[in-house]
């Protein structure tokens, strides 16, 4: 389901499958944005719980915000949704920049968010059963 997409090559959507929702973002989404979209899925019924996404933000560009103070909505949000045990949330990112906002994102959240570089390592934390550690190039 596309929930927000316009002709700049801008676009949220996601699908769930198997358990997973899957996020895709391609180019630069701001804050009031991406929150709409994150509470538009959140309303989904058919969200698996506990709550495992796979973000694919290989296509983003930019920054979300103009300071770290700009990631709290988004935060505050995903908090929220990640209280059932076991909810897990993967980042794929490519760009530097997107790469490193998403650790600071990871890092206001906690141990259940991981940033990678590499599509299926991400898919494969996510589905690993119980808490595996993250080192630069993937699982360790």
Request: with cysteine; hydrophobic share 45%; net charge negative.
């Amino acid at each position: 389901m596309t929930v927000h997409r316009d002709t700049d090559t801008k676009s949220l959507s996601y699908k769930i499958d198997g358990g997973i929702l899957y996020e895709i973002v391609i180019g630069e989404i701001g804050v009031e944005d991406q929150c709409v979209f994150i509470r538009e899925v959140l309303s989904d019924p058919a969200l698996p719980s506990p709550l495992k996404v796979l973000r694919d933000a290989r296509e983003q560009v930019g920054l979300i915000g103009d300071s770290l103070n700009d990631l709290q909505p988004i935060i505050s949000i995903v908090k929220n949704a990640f209280m059932p045990a076991g909810s897990r949330m993967a980042i794929v990112a490519s760009d530097d920049l997107v790469f490193g906002m998403s650790r600071v994102f990871q890092a206001r959240l906690d141990e259940n968010v991981s940033v990678f570089r590499d599509y299926d390592v991400a898919r494969e934390w996510l589905l690993a059963k119980g808490q595996q550690r993250v080192g630069r190039s993937g699982l360790i």
